[in-house]
């Protein structure tokens, strides 16, 4: 089992391009995270999937945020435009439907620099 | 926000000593999460307690939970340098999946 896995790791775009972060999910997993983190605001939940399907997207900081599960094993984060206020790690994280047991797996991330 | 909050923000000390860190929370829950952070990596889950639940054990780790003052601690027995990281309790809570971080602790643990 390779665990969660994103990519890049690392992302370094001058403000106002298209940034695309990719994850893919543990094989079984069928529920899918996307959280963002910078000092200032800790951990920061942006939208989650079931079964494929966005379920709370409260998180998302506007529109220019966008994510996908095309398929029950990939997702990705899209940001654009980016400006410099979203430089951040970025993590995605997968579980079972029954999260609430066995706990959430989470992937290196990915830091994202916008200059 | 309703996520939990954690005490203390850092926390130093000396290898074989215990580590005591505890989180807040302000509604029911389902369960509450631990885990560890190590400097420049994801979180790596720790242990699970479900709100039925006032203790549970993992090696060296001891969660508690105390529903009726709303917390919980994660104890570190015998602490190791490679404890040495930040560590987060997440709530679910109602009929949602998602996971609410605290702030987390800063551990550090000195040779």
């Known amino acids: 089992d390779a665990g969660v896995i994103q990519s890049p790791r690392h992302e370094v775009t001058e403000m106002g391009q298209e940034v695309t972060l990719r994850c893919k999910l543990i094989s079984g997993h069928n529920s899918l995270f996307w959280y963002r983190q910078t000092m200032m605001r800790g951990l920061e939940l942006l939208i989650y999937?079931?079964?494929?399907?966005?379920?709370?997207d409260s998180g998302m900081p506007e529109d220019r945020f966008s994510a996908k599960m095309p398929n029950a094993s990939f997702s990705t984060l899209k940001i654009q435009p980016s400006e410099p206020r979203d430089s951040a790690v970025y993590f995605c994280a997968s579980t079972t439907r029954g999260g609430d047991t066995y706990g959430y797996t989470f992937g290196s991330g990915t830091r994202l620099t916008v200059v | 926000s309703q996520q939990g909050e954690e005490d203390p923000q850092a926390l130093s000390i000396q290898e074989g000593e215990n580590a005591t860190m505890n989180c807040s929370y302000k509604t029911s829950i389902n369960n509450l999460q631990w885990y560890r952070q190590n400097s420049g990596r994801g979180l790596v889950h720790l242990i699970l307690?479900?709100?039925?639940?006032r203790e549970k054990h993992s090696g060296r780790l001891r969660v508690t939970l105390d529903t009726s003052k709303k917390s919980s601690s994660l104890l570190i027995t015998a602490s190791r340098a490679a404890d040495t990281a930040s560590y987060f309790c997440a709530e679910t809570k109602g009929g949602a999946q998602k996971l609410v971080f605290g702030q987390g602790t800063r551990l550090t643990i000195n040779p």
């Open positions: 307690i479900r709100s039925n639940e």
């Open positions: 999937f079931n079964n494929n399907v966005p379920i709370d």
